[in-house]
């Protein structure tokens, strides 16, 4: 039994329609903290303490949404479009993976890895690669609407990671003083 190209693309709607729905479900439930059985079985206490816990997820829709506007977009440019794609993807995947981590608090049972560090690591190299990906993306967009509206949630995406590590390591420029001040 051969599927054709609309019933492929209707599974593919169906299964990203589901993937957002669900997020955004779980969004919610971290957002206004309801007792059921979701937000019972998991903890969300370590990310509802963190001044980033609504990033991740608005990070995810985000690289979701600007995968889909240049997946279903006609390309000009072969390459600057696919390497778009690249970076979304792999980007949403490792947020996945860490915001996954910190939900089911798998950073106590695999001590092994330096998870603070990782992140640190993954958010300065994948906003690095977002930012380039995004300004590709806009410079080769030649005024298509899904291919612009692709850049502009890449980077609405680069801001939300670059927020991400504002918020979770406390970056600041400002100079400290070393007076002690008694």
Known sequence: MQHSLEESIKEVKAIGAGLIRWLLTLTLAMMLRVPDTLSARFDFGTLSRGNCSLVWPTALVT???????????????YSAYSYFEVVTICN????????????????????CISWPLSELLHYL??????LIASIVAASKSYSQSGLVAGAI??????FL??????????????TQSTDAAV
């Open 63 to 77: 690289l979701l949404i600007a995968f889909i506007c240049v997946r279903s977009s006609v390309w000009t440019r």
């Open 153 to 158: 949630f890449g980077f609405v995406a680069t």
């Open 125 to 130: 190299i994948g906003t690095l690669l977002l």
């Open 161 to 174: 990671c670059l927020a991400s590590i504002w918020l979770s390591y406390k970056i600041s420029c400002v």
């Open 92 to 111: 949403l995947i490792m947020i996945l993976v860490f915001y996954l981590v910190h939900l089911f608090r798998l950073y106590r049972v695999l001590t």
